[in-house]
């Protein structure tokens, strides 16, 4: 059973940073598709960014140009560098593992297998 742990969420004012993490523990593959979701109260949950099966990325145009991912394969840490922080970029932030996602399909939740249990983002102007 693949467990997904996100840490490093916080409060911020607008313009600033902040990089949240995800430890994955469990059984993943190369393979496996990585990716961060948010969800602002009343709103849907939306993809932020992922690291598709093919090692590639994908970013909401939202975010595209102020956050980063990367990954420390040894550690199964996802991280999302997130700069130029804008109110809109308020919500809770999960992390979630797929068995296969590709650069069409990494924004959508029924792709994903796994969830965490998120951690806050709140940004303030």
């Known amino acids: 059973q693949v467990q997904l742990v996100e840490s490093g969420g916080g409060s911020v004012q607008a313009g600033g940073s902040l990089r949240v993490s995800c430890a994955a523990s469990g059984y993943t593959s190369s393979s496996d598709c990585m990716g961060w979701f948010r969800q602002a109260p009343g709103k849907e949950r939306e993809g932020v960014a992922a690291i598709t099966s093919h090692r590639s990325t994908g970013y909401a145009d939202s975010v595209k140009g102020r956050f980063t991912l990367s990954q420390d394969n040894a550690k199964k840490i996802l991280y999302l560098q997130m700069n130029s922080l804008k109110p809109d970029d308020t919500g809770m932030y999960y992390c979630?593992?797929?068995?296969?996602?590709?650069?069409?399909?990494?924004?959508?939740?029924?792709?994903?297998?796994?969830w965490g249990q998120g951690t806050q983002v709140t940004v303030s102007s």
């Open positions: 979630a593992a797929a068995v296969y996602c590709d650069s069409g399909s990494w924004s959508l939740l029924h792709v994903y297998n796994y």
